[in-house]
């Protein structure tokens, strides 16, 4: 780690470049191969992000030697921190046998049968790579049953990188239109123009503006696609009678729920759908499932999973993919989940809701207003002094105090994700939480000033 020393009055990027020279070096040695030095889009921040060379339980090192309290558990996907022994043997057991198959294994069963039974939702479940893929094949799923081709999904609700999907992701207050009638925005070049024309973006937590617009499109919709907490808007949890309206309404018009608990499925035992008792027809899962490693699935009622078995010979919606149901991610999900029992996950949740409250009468002692938002062990902070229920809320917060917040807080070694949103990990115990609270009244004072 570097040791020089800092300018008393330096600016946050002044002393996050002074501690990250290697990465800095990294970036310019990549961006001749890499576009943007990486294959993460959503990893860049200003000034460049820096490099991880390993991680230790609720730890990262970075290739400057930084050691950093991991608050963000890479995006939500390790709920056990790094390294954990319970999942580590179960892979290095399964290493030995063999990583991958032209064939099923054992591990699949195992993990199937422990998904359906701990989500009360899902009668059948296949496994993908990525919850994109997860995604996707839940899409072209409901649209094959249904024999519709639109679909609904949640403004500022994230779901991977489908075309379907890669629409009112984080539009413009120029691009979104009305709050009750979001319009419908490209969030990517090199979509096809029908895009558009078969998304209906629908407001989050407005009962009534949802319902009008489903219903308004019943005969052409095939699927409702919303996330019971919006990860990428900020970790916005849906109000109970949004979804029970959203369930009501698929439900009563034959339209396919379907919850992308890719993020949520950490909020309880049988994911988000179990704290809110809200059933869906399909589910879509990622992130914390794999226990560090790739991987997907998507599952729910027998009767749409049905088109994907190939037994009586070409099935209606075909999946192939030569790593689905890696057995390496099989095992290590399967070891993930042996560990997150009821009481650790009621523990870990207790823990997470003190800390948001927290986080907001820190901010509070320095008169910056915020709205601490997440659910389970999920939380992020808005910069904005209004309540936060929608992705609409979320835009006139203070983005550039956001930012040095966060390299403030990498600076005091302590990692969030640049968008001021993390997630606390069984490997973070009360002195590591404490750390964190105490990183944040430091950079607090350095940026807000005088007060």
């Known amino acids: 780690m570097t040791t020089q020393a800092l300018p ?3 600016t946050e990027e002044e002393r996050y470049r002074l501690k990250t020279a290697a990465s800095r070096d990294f970036f310019d040695r990549a961006r001749e191969y890499l576009p943007g030095g990486d294959s993460r889009s959503t990893l860049f921040y200003r000034p460049y992000p820096a490099v991880m060379d390993r991680g ?9 030697g930084n050691r950093l309290l991991d608050f963000t558990g890479n995006h939500s996907s390790l709920i056990h921190g790094y390294g954990h022994p319970h999942v580590l043997s179960a892979v290095e057991r399964q ?10 294994s054992e591990p699949q069963l195992g993990f199937a049968r422990l998904l359906c039974e701990r989500v009360a939702s899902i009668e059948k479940i296949r496994f993908t790579s990525s919850g994109t893929e997860a995604t996707l094949n839940a899409i072209r799923a409901a649209r094959a049953f249904t024999g519709r081709h639109r679909i609904a999904k949640v403004e500022g609700g994230y779901h991977g990188t489908v075309d379907d999907v890669m629409v ?13 009638r979001p319009r419908a925005t490209p969030h990517s070049r090199g979509l096809t123009p029908d895009t558009m024309e078969n998304v209906t973006v629908l407001p989050f937590n407005d009962v009534e503006g949802a319902r009008e617009l489903i ?19 900020g970790m916005i949890p849906a109000e109970r009678s949004y979804l029970e309206m959203l369930r009501e309404v698929t439900r009563e018009l034959d339209i396919i729920l379907i919850l992308d608990e ?28 794999g226990g560090g490693f790739p991987l997907g699935a998507f599952g729910g009622r027998s009767d749409i ?20 149901a890696n057995p390496i991610g099989m095992v290590a999900g399967i070891a993930t989940l042996e560990l997150l029992t009821p009481d650790t996950l009621a523990r870990l949740n207790v823990r997470a809701t003190t800390f948001r409250e927290n986080l907001a009468q820190l901010f509070d002692e320095f008169s910056i207003p915020v709205q601490v938002t997440g659910l389970g062990s999920l939380f992020a902070m ?3 002094g209004h309540p936060v229920r929608s992705y609409r809320d979320t835009l006139n917060a203070d983005a550039n105090l956001r930012h040095q917040i966060f390299l403030g807080l990498f600076n005091e070694g302590v990692l969030i994700d640049p968008r001021g949103v993390g997630n606390l990990s069984t490997a973070l115990g009360e002195a590591e939480i404490a750390r964190f609270g105490d990183a944040l009244r430091t950079v607090l004072r350095r940026v807000r000033g005088p007060y």
């Open 8 to 10: 008393v009055a330096a």
């Open 56 to 64: 230790e339980g609720c730890w990262v090192v970075d290739l400057d």
């Open 95 to 104: 290493l030995r046998k063999g990583s991958c198959f032209p064939g099923s």
């Open 168 to 180: 009112s992701i984080h539009p413009s207050t120029q691009e979104a239109g009305g709050r009750s």
């Open 215 to 233: 219903a308004s499109q019943a005969t052409e919709l095939a699927a409702v696609l919303v996330e019971p907490v919006l990860g990428s808007a």
């Open 262 to 289: 890719v993020v949520s499925f950490r909020v309880a035992y049988g994911g988000a759908q179990a704290f809110f008792d809200v059933l869906p027809d399909l589910t879509c899962l990622g992130k914390m499932i």
């Open 305 to 324: 999973m049905a088109m994907f078995d190939p037994s009586d010979g070409r099935p209606a919606v075909p999946h192939p993919g030569s790593h689905n």
């Open 382 to 384: 808005h910069l904005t």
